[in-house]
Nanobody, 125 residues
Framework: QVQLVESGGGLVQAGGSLRLSCAAS????????MGWFRQAPGKEREFVAR????????SYADSVKGRFTISRDNAKNTVYLQMNSLKPEDTAVYYC??????????????????WGKGTLDTVSS
């Protein structure tokens, strides 16, 4: 049974930092592209970042580029999202996702093979 378990969310002031982790089990981790999405209250789920199977390639939403960094440790079956210079508009539930493909599907938040249950990050002004 595949599980993606997010951790590291919480409450932080604007300008602060958070580091999210997503621990994966039940899958061959280095065969999956890993990524993060988020969903703010009343909004649709949106793409945040993704990282290729061995970490050679990454891509980011324009709204987080230069502030967020995605990384992975295949020895630990874990993907990370370092979030710096946080803004109130970054407040959302953040979801980890896994998919075998590095396709444009990532940008539409559809067709991912697996999802985590999410972790809430709140950025206060």
């Amino acid at each position: 049974q595949v599980q993606l378990v997010e951790s590291g969310g919480g409450l932080v002031q604007a300008g602060g930092s958070l580091r999210l982790s997503c621990a994966a089990s039940g899958l061959t981790f280095d065969r999956y592209v890993m990524g993060w999405f988020r969903q703010a209250p009343g909004k649709e789920r949106e793409f945040v970042a993704r990282i290729s199977w061995r970490g050679a390639s990454t891509s980011y939403a324009d709204s987080v580029k230069g502030r967020f960094t995605i990384s992975r440790d295949n020895a630990k079956n874990t993907v990370y999202l370092q979030m710096n210079s946080l803004k109130p508009e970054d407040t959302a539930v953040y979801y980890c996702a896994a998919d075998m493909s590095y396709s444009p599907n990532w940008y539409s938040a559809h067709g991912m093979d697996y999802w985590g249950k999410g972790t809430l990050d709140t950025v206060s002004s």
